[in-house]
């Protein structure tokens, strides 16, 4: 997603606030935008360079899975499939309209007078965009109560149950994206008349899709850092405890390791863009019957920076699963030491109960 680099065309679509084309009026600033956005070409590359990153990614998970006996490893490399393919559908998706559109540079009001095209970017846009910061959260609260609290469950999330809890996350994205087709909130071209987007005006449901959005996102960045944080804590215990040390495992250091740089990589990259919204549309709400009908124009330039920011996301986050694995690490660190198992925070068990979680 992201991809909003291109000249602006249609600006006789200016004003009609009542469709998804008028939020911004495309005929001013045309030589700026010219001139200061990209290439196609470099778009081009841009975009076949995180396609080739996800696939590369989900090459090596696919590789990994079937080496593994651990469930709990397991359960992890399923929802970093689920985000990998995710960010790779973000990409296809987005480009499969943006490219073209690119290089044949056709009106959209000519194109799409019914919005239908300007629709689906927008919802995938939303879909593809809330749905890494979703499964992030629900990867680092798995990790948390696999790490803070391992007796309270039996077993490991199996591999099933994992693709059923991303498939929830998926359809909760979907639902989200389809509100604007359902009537709250509206999908609008955008600054410089190449993409799609929810829209940052002052009216009631836009608004409040808007808010939804933008909320959501920062909970779960936040829900994210909170779990964590507390799941580093415990390893940095287990990291430092050297009494009764049944086992030694790298994997839950390595999964932690993951996990904070996606954290990472989704904060730097998202949170921008979501305080931006909130900012904007609150900053709003004041107007009464002479209510913005369309955006300011350095809210529209400030909007394609932080939507360019977030496309990183999609194109950083393979990397974060490449680079820092420990066949990786342990080339470029060999002094690394294994680290202790979680289990000897815990060295009074009954045997038979430790027997079974080690080998889980």
């Known amino acids: 997603m992201g991809w909003g680099d291109m000249e602006p065309r249609n600006g006789s679509t200016a004003g009609r606030s009542d469709t998804c084309f008028g939020v911004f009026n495309a005929s001013d600033g045309r030589d700026t935008?010219?001139?200061?956005?990209?290439?196609?070409?470099?778009?081009?590359?841009?975009?076949?360079?995180?396609?080739?990153?996800?696939?590369?990614?989900l090459?090596?998970?696919?590789?990994?899975?079937?080496?593994?006996?651990?469930?709990?490893?397991?359960?992890?490399?399923?929802?970093?499939?689920?985000?990998?393919?995710t960010d790779f559908m973000g990409l296809l998706v987005t480009a499969s309209v943006i490219i073209p559109y690119h290089f044949i540079k056709f009106t959209w009001a000519e194109v799409d007078p019914g919005c239908h095209l300007c629709n689906f970017l927008g919802f995938s846009?939303?879909?593809?965009?809330?749905?890494?910061?979703?499964?992030?959260?629900?990867?680092?609260?798995?990790?948390?109560?696999?790490?803070?609290?391992?007796?309270?469950?039996?077993?490991s999330i199996s591999k099933r149950r994992a693709w059923s809890i991303v498939?929830?996350?998926?359809?909760?994205?979907c639902l989200l994206g389809l509100l604007p087709v359902l009537g709250l909130g509206r999908y609008t071209l955008q600054y410089p008349g190449s993409w799609c987007f929810l829209t940052l005006l002052p009216d009631t449901g836009d608004v409040v899709f808007c808010l939804l959005f933008a909320l959501l996102g920062i909970f779960s960045v936040l829900l994210s850092f909170i779990f964590n944080t507390v799941s580093v804590v415990t390893l940095c215990r287990v990291y430092?405890?050297?009494?009764?040390?049944?086992?030694?495992?790298d994997s839950e250091v390595e999964m932690m390791v993951q996990l904070v740089g996606i954290m990472l990589i989704a904060t730097i990259c998202w949170m921008p863009l979501l305080?931006?919204?909130?900012?904007?549309?609150?900053?709003?709400?004041?107007?009464?019957?002479?209510?913005?009908?369309?955006?300011?124009?350095?809210?529209?330039?400030?909007?394609?920076i932080y939507i360019r920011m977030v496309t990183w996301n999609q194109i950083l986050d393979p990397w974060v699963y490449i680079l820092f694995r420990r066949a990786v690490l342990q080339r470029v660190y060999p002094s690394l030491r294994p680290r202790p198992s979680i289990l000897s925070l815990y060295p009074v068990l009954n045997p038979s109960l430790r027997r079974k979680l080690t080998a889980d």
Do not use: Y
């Not at 956005?37 to 590359?45: G, N, R, V, Y």
């Not at 998970?61 to 689920?82: D, N, P, T």
């Not at 900012?279 to 709400?285: A, D, E, H, I």
């Open 33 to 57: 935008a010219q001139n200061s956005i990209t290439s196609p070409w470099f778009s081009t590359a841009f975009g076949l360079i995180g396609l080739c990153s996800n696939l590369f990614a």
């Open 59 to 85: 090459c090596v998970l696919l590789s990994s899975s079937r080496k593994l006996s651990s469930r709990a490893r397991s359960s992890f490399l399923v929802f970093l499939c689920g985000l990998v393919v």
């Open 125 to 155: 846009m939303v879909f593809f965009g809330q749905c890494p910061l979703l499964l992030g959260a629900t990867m680092a609260g798995e990790r948390f109560f696999g790490i803070n609290h391992p007796f309270s469950r039996s077993t």
């Open 167 to 173: 498939g929830l996350v998926w359809g909760f994205s």
């Open 240 to 249: 430092h405890d050297r009494e009764s040390v049944q086992r030694r495992r």
């Open 275 to 304: 305080i931006f919204i909130v900012q904007t549309v609150l900053q709003q709400l004041p107007a009464g019957s002479d209510r913005l009908q369309m955006l300011p124009p350095e809210t529209q330039k400030m909007l394609l």
